[in-house]
């Protein structure tokens, strides 16, 4: 993007998290030739959907600590010190006690990232930009005007204006299939606010996330009280009028997330990222498909050799397949809740003694180092990545806040609280007298079926397909494409077509390709066309529209790591974070 006498008009489309980082790139670029406008459905900037109360209620937690979300103007150990002494009462917080290490209340951690953003307003004022911020401006529309060398964005009230460039900040979508048509079916836990419902019968959750956890903790909260006994330990009593209160978690292959321990690297990798010159060095030897077996072993099992030796020994001569079938039959062999407990113990030990657990560690590092370069794999190796590994990892690296761990643990033990692993062809079938069947198959192979008068969907953000995006000139108009890997042997893609895999196209070449969730974009978040020409002129990092090309959702690091690289495009410069 060239500097000239006309000031570049810039948009960001959401004003959360995302964009909170991506405005911090823009006013730290050295331009101070940018008009910026903020697009914000709401009516506060920073907190978006999974700190404010649109994803969050008092009873959430943050699975992040201060020390390890990326720098923004003051830390949270900084901002704590003045907030008003009735907020941290409310959430038990002692300014005198609190440090970096600790994880905040989500609603609370909304508060620290508004402020943020206020300050960074203030910053950019300083420096001479022109911010304008669009509260409570819903866009319905995108739409790219070539002809002029512009991108116009319509709001729900039907009105529009053209900026230079368009920078898609949106966040989380949580579609509704069912929900508001038949009773008791819930999309999404979200907002909280919907299923704080007094539920005296069984309920039905599908999902073992941290989003399964939130819509736990909110029916919970509203169906009993929590108290720790003299032991200790935390304990749950059930309101008398929610007497059959009870949570059936539907989980695939009936596994908990993990639960959050000390992290060595605080910042999960982000130097540790291949570079352009490696993945194109892995690239040129591999017929132009970047190895996911290369990335295996340079992201994962060389820090567990330098790390910990000693596990790295029993892991050495394991291949990705290996390495998951090991770790996932030692899951999968031990109740849930059980193994919650020993990891539970595990992770206290290891905050306390401020010692990572590495293998876990080195889990998360992969995962968010193989998130960038993912566009590069072969059709084959995203499968084996969709069907291996990504089961592990959304496991393993949830690292589930020590309080939730003991929400869990104190539910099951009052008998509330229960896992059902339920196989990849498990059906849920709602009713129309409310609520949904669910229908599985046990160990033995039986068919069981249940009926349950509540039902939440908690499977978490889904990767949106390329027909759910919700700016539909973006695809009437051939500015984006969908998101697809080519087949490094044709007769494999032959063959899963012939099996009736909807996702397999074949090209007038010949050459077979997997469809994968959402837009083609390239390393810099700029969309592509069906001839593989970038835009100069849209950027996307919501992470639901590119989840093909991004398969492993990585937070606040992710919004920095991406906010980076559009900067670096769009000022055609290196930027240091």
């Not at 113990?345 to 998360?364: N, P």
């Not at 190796?381 to 969709?386: C, E, K, N, T, V």
């Not at 000139?473 to 077509?497: H, I, Y």
């Amino acid at each position: 993007m060239k500097v000239t006498s006309q000031p570049t008009q810039i948009a960001i489309v959401g004003g959360g998290p995302s964009g909170l980082f991506m405005y911090k790139q823009l006013i730290n670029c050295g331009n101070t030739g940018l008009h910026i406008t903020i697009y914000e459905k709401g009516n506060c900037l920073g907190c978006g959907m999974p700190y404010s109360h649109a994803g969050a209620a008092d009873e959430h937690i943050t699975n992040v600590s201060g020390n390890e979300i990326p720098e923004l103007v003051t830390s949270v150990e900084q901002w704590i010190q003045n907030v008003s002494p009735d907020t941290l009462n409310k959430y038990r917080i002692d300014p005198a006690s609190f440090n970096d290490y600790k994880v905040l209340p989500r609603l609370l951690f909304g508060q620290y990232l508004a402020h943020q953003f206020k300050l960074l307003l203030d910053l950019g004022k300083q420096k001479g930009f022109v911010t304008q911020v669009l509260y409570n401006s819903p866009v319905a529309d995108i739409a790219d005007r070539a002809n002029d060398v512009q991108v116009e964005i319509f709001k729900e009230d039907g009105t529009s204006a053209c900026y230079d460039r368009v920078i898609i900040c949106s966040g989380h979508l949580w579609p509704k299939k069912h929900e508001g048509k038949v009773p008791g079916y819930f999309d999404s836990p979200y907002p909280p606010q919907k299923i704080a419902l007094h539920a005296n019968h069984p309920v039905a959750v599908r999902g073992s996330s941290l989003t399964a956890i939130d819509a736990v903790r909110t029916l919970a909260r509203h169906n009993g009280e929590f108290s720790k006994g003299e032991d200790g330990i935390l304990k749950f009593t059930a309101n008398p009028q929610s007497e059959h209160f009870r949570i059936v978690m539907h989980s695939r292959e009936g596994l908990l997330p993990a639960v959050r321990f000390h992290l060595q690297d605080t910042h999960l990798g982000k130097d540790t990222v291949l570079s352009p010159e490696e993945v194109q060095a892995n690239r040129d030897a591999n017929d132009g498909f970047l190895s996911l077996d290369y990335v295996f072993e340079q992201n994962f099992k060389a820090g567990i050799r330098a790390n910990d030796p000693e596990f790295y020994e029993k892991i050495k001569d394991l291949d990705m397949e290996g390495f998951v079938d090991q770790v996932m039959g030692m899951r999968e062999n031990m109740d849930p809740f059980e193994l919650l407990k020993l990891e539970y113990a595990e992770a206290e030990q290891s905050i306390k003694r401020r010692e990572s657990v590495y293998w876990k560690e080195m889990l998360a590092i992969l995962s968010f180092a193989m998130n960038y370069p993912a566009k590069y794999f072969s059709a084959e190796d995203m499968l084996r990545l969709q069907k291996t590994l990504m089961p592990l990892i959304s496991v393993v690296i949830a690292f589930v806040p020590q309080s939730s761990a003991e929400t869990l643990l104190a539910l099951h033990q009052a008998d509330r609280l229960t896992m059902v692993a339920v196989g990849k062809e498990s059906e849920v079938i709602p009713l129309d007298e409310g609520g949904v069947l669910y229908r599985y198959k046990n160990e033995q192979g039986e068919v069981i079926e249940r009926q349950y008068p509540l039902f939440v969907d908690c499977i978490g953000q889904p990767h949106l397909n390329y027909d759910d995006l919700p700016y539909e000139s973006l695809a009437q108009n051939n500015t984006t494409s969908r998101a697809r890997l080519r087949f490094k042997d044709n007769g494999v893609g032959k063959e899963l077509k012939r099996e009736g895999n909807n996702n397999v196209v074949k090209f007038e070449n010949g050459d077979y390709y997997l469809t994968v969730s959402g837009l083609a974009i390239n390393d810099h978040f700029q969309v592509v066309d069906e001839f593989n020409a970038l835009n100069e002129r849209i950027y996307v990092m919501a992470v639901p529209f590119i989840g093909g090309y991004n398969p492993d959702y990585s937070g606040l690091d992710f919004c920095e790591a991406a906010s980076v690289k559009i900067a670096e495009r769009l000022f055609n410069t290196a930027v240091v974070a």
